[in-house]
């Protein structure tokens, strides 16, 4: 058994960009490590076999988040990764060649950032509607048509303001719900 170096294993702990380590790195003795990059490694070769671009570097940056879905346990997926099951789950699509793929959030976040963003508001507003949506999930929502230029821009001046009218309060919570009620998560 060959022994992966600290330095080995700090690469592959910061995940994605690690596809192109030396083997040794994916023997830790460490068996959760071990499944940690397994599972990163697979990742990294799915997309790959359905990108452009012939490196992980260059190729995550042809993906684009186009939906987001939470399913119960019951529709469970799988991700690309091999995680068993996923319930976040993100619709990303090839600027390139159209390809589709279904991805589990805690996979997604390590390219595109903004799909953990909006679960987490679209949660914590749920919870809360006089809490802010921030800026993702906003230009999602215009993104996706859900909302207009007008609702957009008027959100995002006024969502980090403390005193508003009570007219834009209310405003500002119809935009909210058109999103709540528009987003499958
Ligand atoms: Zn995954």
């Given at each position: 058994m060959v022994e992966s170096t600290a330095f080995e294993k700090r690469q592959a702990r910061k995940g994605l960009g690690s596809s192109n380590l030396p083997l040794s790195a994916v023997i830790g003795e460490d068996g959760k490590y071990k499944l940690k990059f397994m599972s990163q490694f697979q990742l990294t070769t799915e997309l790959l076999k359905i990108s452009s671009s012939q490196t992980w570097d260059e190729a995550k940056l042809e993906w684009n988040l186009i939906d987001l879905e939470k399913v119960s346990e019951k529709e469970s997926e799988v991700c690309?990764?091999?995680?068993?099951?996923?319930?976040e789950i993100c619709i990303i699509q090839n600027k390139i060649n159209n390809n589709i793929a279904r991805v589990g959030n805690s996979c997604v976040k390590k390219f595109i950032n903004k799909a953990d963003k909006i679960f987490r508001s679209i949660s914590q507003v749920k919870k809360n509607i006089d809490k802010s949506l921030n800026a993702e999930t906003i230009d999602f929502a215009f993104e996706k048509k859900w909302i207009n230029e007008w609702e957009k821009n008027f959100y995002l001046n006024i969502f980090r303001k403390r005193n508003i009218s009570d007219k834009q309060k209310e405003y500002k919570t119809s935009i909210a719900k058109k999103i709540l009620n528009s987003i499958k998560i």
């Open positions: 690309l990764c091999g995680k068993d099951p996923i319930l």
